[in-house]
């Protein structure tokens, strides 16, 4: 291997390792840990994207639809989401967030963000901006 693809395979493996670790420090910055990560990912999903039937939701989150139903049941008796009949096919019911979905929702990230907002704070200027930068650079490898 040349040097520039061990340089790479090296930035490789340190930024998939950051990521994961800072990833896992938001994680841990919850408002409410009687949910799921799994319960949360389909609430996000369904505020983000508007009802949805449980197979396009189970879709959107990578998961089988029989692992989705019981995310939805034990969601919708914690007040979470409701069930509607679908307009064009009665066999179907659509999905929505509720009120309270929508608050603990907006308290996850509004406390995940202010952790993250305190540590940043605790960088240097120069460092706050390479920061900045990198976020946009991160934001294009995902495209």
């Known amino acids: 291997m040349d040097r520039t693809t061990l340089e790479t395979a090296a930035l490789a493996h340190d930024l998939r390792l950051a990521v994961m670790r800072l990833s896992r420090r938001l994680r841990g910055q919850r408002a409410d840990t009687s949910l799921t990560l799994t319960q949360l990912a389909a609430l996000s999903t369904l505020r983000a994207k508007g009802p949805l039937s449980p ?3 189970a879709g959107y989150e990578r998961v089988q639809p029989p692992s989705m139903t019981r995310v939805l049941a034990n969601l919708e008796a914690a007040g979470l ?12 019911v659509i999905v929505q967030v509720t009120d309270e979905a ?10 995940r963000e ?3 907002a ?7 200027p120069a460092e706050r901006e390479q920061l900045r930068k ?10």
């Open 55 to 57: 197979g396009e939701l």
């Open 81 to 92: 989401v409701t069930r509607s009949k679908h307009l064009t096919d009665g066999r179907q």
């Open 102 to 111: 929508t608050r603990l929702l907006d308290e996850e990230i509004r406390m």
């Open 134 to 143: 990198a976020s946009a650079i991160i934001d294009r490898l995902l495209q």
């Open 118 to 124: 305190q540590r940043i704070n605790e960088l240097e």
């Open 114 to 116: 202010a952790w993250l």
